[in-house]
């Protein structure tokens, strides 16, 4: 029966070690990938026990040739999770055939490096579907059956290959003695990126490799023979072993080239920046200096002013440096002295001290003097290129 509920799940892992940590991602994971389950069934291990873990049952979308296809994938959850790989099939229909490869075997073990370099927390549930369906688009894990031949039963994905078929696959109970926790003791996954060779279904016995010359005349295989098959599987995985890292070096190379030119167009823009810089502190400092200058000229200018202001008449304090600007400051000067005596007459009116004939005549020739003093201003004004005062 399929799980979603989260507290339903937390009761049925808790068994788990780390039960909050596995219920997350799962939750994470079947949230995004509608069709995965989870399942809780028994697992059988190499050794024949069994042990009831929680699974991911169903199909995940591969595009492959333009076209969407649904994998049918089962992801067993060891009780260490996620401090231990999944263990993952293909489990096909009975419309299918498992198609055996670098990634998967002919029981349906999907082999992957993101399994081996499996690591907590970088490495999860999420990112493996990921890897997966990258993987498969490139090399799908299975194939239609073909029609005229008979139907055959489907493989099971309730355990992993028979050990006599995957090298560096331990026999022994995956819940026994374990002097490493951090490694699940039922699978341990085949050092460096080697991948099992195709082998045929778990219950089937081990088979002695098979010449490609052919038997000698008395029916059995000669030793020699054996080697050379030997020495070729070898020289084949060594061969695929060495254009994988490869391939992986010269893109950490590219990588590394690519870091090298980025930080070689920081560096040169840093030096842009501290050349600027460095011209800038160079102008600030001519500046302060300038500024010292100025401020020393002004304290002496205030101190010598200071120092004559008791002796000093103030129309001698202001002297224009032309006639004409001269003739400008006496021309304003007068100007606003009879307005002044305007205002003045006006307030001597208002108080009774002269009497309005007299007002009116002393305003009269004030006025027209004023008229004159502001038409000669505006004209010297002009003539000195100053604006329009009025």
Same mark, same amino acid.
């Given at each position: 029966?399929?799980?979603?509920?989260?507290?339903?799940?937390?009761?049925?892992?808790?068994?788990?070690?780390?039960?909050?940590?596995?219920?997350?991602?799962?939750?994470?994971?079947?949230?995004?990938?509608?069709?995965?389950?989870?399942?809780?069934?028994?697992?059988?291990?190499?050794?024949?026990?069994?042990?009831?873990?929680?699974?991911?049952?169903?199909?995940?979308?591969?595009?492959?040739?333009?076209?969407?296809?649904?994998?049918?994938?089962?992801?067993?959850?060891?009780?260490?999770?996620?401090?231990?790989?999944?263990?993952?099939?293909?489990?096909?229909?009975?419309?299918?055939?498992?198609?055996?490869?670098?990634?998967?075997?002919?029981?349906?073990?999907?082999?992957?490096?993101?399994?081996?370099?499996?690591?907590?927390?970088?490495?999860?549930?999420?990112?493996?579907?990921?890897?997966?369906?990258?993987?498969?688009?490139?090399?799908?894990?299975?194939?239609?059956?073909?029609?005229?031949?008979?139907?055959?039963?489907?493989?099971?994905?309730?355990?992993?290959?028979?050990?006599?078929?995957?090298?560096?696959?331990?026999?022994?109970?995956?819940?026994?003695?374990?002097?490493?926790?951090?490694?699940?003791?039922?699978?341990?996954?085949?050092?460096?990126?080697?991948?099992?060779?195709?082998?045929?279904?778990?219950?089937?016995?081990?088979?002695?490799?098979?010449?490609?010359?052919?038997?000698?005349?008395?029916?059995?295989?000669?030793?020699?023979?054996?080697?050379?098959?030997?020495?070729?599987?070898?020289?084949?995985?060594?061969?695929?072993?060495?254009? /994988?890292?490869?391939? @992986?070096?010269?893109? %950490?190379?590219?990588?590394?080239? !690519?870091?090298? =030119?980025? +930080? *070689? &167009?920081?560096?040169?823009?840093?030096? /842009?920046?501290?050349? @600027?810089?460095?011209? %800038?502190?160079?102008?600030?400092? !001519?500046?302060? =200096?300038? +500024? *010292? &200058?100025?401020?020393?000229?002004?304290? /002496?200018?205030?101190?010598?002013?200071?120092?004559?202001?008791?002796?000093?008449?103030?129309?001698?304090?202001?002297?224009?440096?032309?006639?004409?600007?001269?003739?400008?400051?006496?021309?304003?000067?007068?100007?606003?002295?009879?307005?002044?005596?305007?205002?003045?007459?006006?307030?001597?009116?208002?108080?009774?001290?002269?009497?309005?004939?007299?007002?009116?005549?002393?305003?009269?020739?004030?006025?027209?003097?004023?008229?004159?003093?502001?038409?000669?201003?505006?004209?010297?004004?002009?003539?000195?290129?100053?604006?329009?005062?009025?």
């Amino acid at each position: 029966m399929a799980v979603v509920n989260e507290g339903a799940l937390k009761k049925m892992l808790k068994q788990y070690k780390y039960r909050d940590l596995t219920v997350r991602e799962i939750t994470n994971v079947i949230s995004q990938y509608k069709d995965l389950k989870p399942v809780m069934d028994a697992y059988v291990f190499n050794d024949g026990s069994s042990r009831d873990l929680m699974s991911l049952t169903g199909t995940v979308p591969v595009s492959y040739r333009g076209n969407i296809y649904n994998i049918p994938v089962c992801l067993w959850l060891l009780d260490t999770y996620p401090y231990n790989p999944p263990i993952c099939f293909v489990k096909p229909t009975s419309t299918m055939m498992i198609k055996t490869g670098k990634h998967i075997d002919a029981n349906g073990k999907i082999y992957l490096p993101y399994l081996h370099e499996w690591k907590h927390p970088q490495s999860d549930l999420y990112g493996l579907i990921q890897v997966m369906i990258v993987v498969f688009g490139e090399e799908p894990p299975v194939f239609s059956r073909p029609t005229t031949q008979p139907p055959f039963p489907s493989f099971q994905a309730a355990g992993p290959p028979n050990s006599s078929y995957m090298p560096g696959m331990p026999a022994v109970s995956p819940y026994g003695p374990n002097p490493n926790p951090g490694v699940y003791p039922g699978y341990q996954y085949p050092a460096g990126n080697s991948y099992p060779a195709t082998a045929g279904p778990g219950h089937y016995p081990t088979q002695t490799p098979v010449s490609t010359v052919g038997p000698t005349r008395d029916g059995t295989i000669g030793e020699d023979t054996i080697r050379a098959s030997l020495i070729s599987a070898v020289s084949d995985k060594l061969r695929w072993r060495m254009k /994988e890292e490869m391939d @992986r070096a010269q893109a %950490e190379l590219d990588a590394l080239k !690519r870091t090298e =030119e980025d +930080l *070689k &167009k920081g560096h040169q823009k840093l030096e /842009e920046m501290i050349s @600027r810089l460095d011209q %800038e502190v160079t102008d600030v400092d !001519r500046n302060i =200096e300038l +500024l *010292k &200058k100025k401020d020393e000229e002004l304290t /002496e200018a205030l101190e010598k002013m200071e120092n004559q202001s008791e002796n000093n008449d103030i129309d001698d304090v202001i002297v224009p440096t032309a006639p004409l600007y001269k003739q400008i400051l006496n021309l304003y000067a007068e100007e606003n002295a009879i307005e002044d005596t305007i205002f003045y007459l006006g307030e001597a009116l208002r108080r009774g001290v002269i009497d309005l004939e007299v007002f009116l005549k002393h305003v009269r020739l004030l006025s027209r003097k004023q008229f004159q003093l502001r038409a000669l201003m505006q004209k010297a004004r002009k003539t000195a290129g100053l604006s329009d005062l009025y």
